[in-house]
């Protein structure tokens, strides 16, 4: 039986239909957010540095390096004693030192170093899953880690040193200054401010400790 032309034009538009329906954003088994990312797998933040400050001008004197550390809205979210919500992001960045002649670091008036070029981002992330792929021995909850060089290319897929590093502070969900970090905003959500202090407080809080 030969169909109508006005058959097929109908036919031709529920397939084309259907598949358009099938390739929607609204369908998380077609997408690639459904599978869950790994170590070296997740892009720099470009906006990062416009983030909340976690901890500023952290002084590794041993490694002749300076840190700065930022989390992103999701991660202010969290509360003392608690975990880190899913979608919690934290960037570090790591400064070499200006040296002196003799090779001993540079020192301010304040007896502190002083940064040079920026060396390494570290990048850490949670979600729910994402540590599944890390090796037992590793696991790191559900944090994943990604290492970037100074200009912003990927610094290699291992992240089994970032790992290492963070794998004893599973009781303050594997995150470094967790403590100093909710005491500092305990103290700038308790303490009595005038309007000027609360407004000098809010700035102290987005430049750093």
Excluded at 121 to 126: D, H, I, P, R, T
Aim: net charge positive; charged share 20%; with cysteine.
């Amino acid at each position: 039986m030969k169909k109508s032309p006005l058959l097929a034009l109908i036919s031709i538009a529920s397939i084309g239909f259907a598949l358009s329906a099938c390739s929607t954003p609204d369908t998380p088994a077609l997408t690639a957010a459904a599978v869950a990312p790994k170590d070296g797998g997740l892009a720099m933040p470009a906006d990062y540095t416009r983030w909340p400050v976690f901890k500023l001008d952290v002084q590794k004197k041993e490694a002749r390096q300076i840190r700065d550390i930022y989390v992103n809205a999701i991660g202010t979210q969290a509360r003392a004693g608690g975990a880190f919500p899913d979608g919690t992001q934290f960037v570090m960045e790591i400064h070499s030192v200006k040296l002196n002649p003799d090779g001993t670091p540079l020192l301010d008036d304040n007896g502190k170093m002083t940064k040079d070029k920026l060396s390494k981002v570290f990048l850490m992330a949670k979600g729910p899953g994402w540590g599944d792929s890390a090796p037992a021995a590793l696991k790191n909850g559900d944090w994943i880690y990604t290492a970037f060089e100074g200009n912003g290319t990927r610094a290699g897929a291992d992240q089994s040193s970032c790992r290492s590093c963070h794998l004893p502070l599973a009781d303050k969900d594997f995150v470094f200054h967790y403590d100093a970090y909710f005491k500092q905003r305990a103290g700038l959500e308790t303490a009595p401010l005038t309007r000027l202090a609360h407004a000098d407080a809010v700035a102290t809080a987005h430049r750093g400790y």
